[in-house]
């Protein structure tokens, strides 16, 4: 397994308050991570970044404090890698659905709000996304919306959260298209739902992305990461 050579803490998440946070999470397999980045990096160290990026959006959720952390997992939680992501952040390894990434965001949506009042959904492709922008978006579901989103630049969105969900939200969508945010605006507005964005972030998937990473230094040297 792939283990980062940067200290992992763990953070015990708040379980005071009725809102789920959900983070969605590909496994860090050589060849089947960051895919798009292969070219670049190759398949070892594409497979490192993305760990390193499961391990920030943990923290950075735990962070938030607005409620109990589920680390949703692809292809299945049932890995010993997930187990130990999960022990070291003190958060539930939950595994996602088949289907297309709108079947199993509205997998997600829909248990997480049979036991809770709000749910925020985010992956772990956007390491500027802060703790503040958590509890800013718990904020506005509690503030009389009934979603929230932050775009991404690239035209999807890095966060959904949600005090109802609805299968036109997640259907018939071209995900990982440049149409993703404007088709979740129009299915809102056809629901009637009062919604609010917070100001877009960015995420990475592609070249540019990582050049963008390196100069943020929002994660470590990937060279200085270590392999188990």
């Not at 499961?54 to 939680?77: F, H, K, N």
């Not at 709108?102 to 997480?112: E, N, T, V």
């Not at 018939?172 to 009062?194: N, Y």
């Not at 592609?206 to 040297?221: E, K, V, W």
């Amino acid at each position: 397994s792939i283990q980062p050579s940067w200290p992992c803490v763990m953070t015990v998440c708040a379980r005071t308050t009725d809102t789920r946070v959900i983070v969605f999470a590909r496994a860090p397999v050589a060849g089947a991570a960051k895919t798009r980045l292969i070219p670049l990096l190759g398949a070892a160290r594409a497979a490192t970044l993305q760990q390193m990026l499961i391990e920030r959006t943990l923290t950075t959720a735990c962070e938030a404090a607005v409620g109990p952390v589920e680390l949703w997992c692809a292809p299945s939680a049932l890995d010993p890698l997930w187990a130990a992501c999960a022990h070291r952040h003190g958060v539930d390894a939950v595994s996602q659905c088949d289907g297309d990434l709108g079947a199993r965001m509205q997998h997600a949506a829909a248990a997480a709000l049979a036991a809770a009042r709000r749910v925020v959904i985010i992956g772990t492709d956007c390491p500027a996304l802060t703790a503040a922008d958590l509890r800013l978006a718990a904020d506005r579901l509690d503030a009389h919306h009934d979603a929230v989103l932050v775009p991404a630049e690239d035209g999807g969105y890095v966060l959904i959260g949600l005090k109802w969900w609805n299968t036109r939200l997640f259907s018939d969508i071209a995900w990982g298209s440049d149409q993703v945010l404007a088709a979740t605006r129009a299915r809102l507005a056809e629901l009637r739902w009062r919604w609010h964005e917070l100001p877009p972030s960015w995420d990475v998937d592609r070249p540019p992305d990582f050049a963008r990473l390196q100069a943020s230094g929002l994660i470590p040297d990937l060279d200085a990461t270590l392999f188990a």
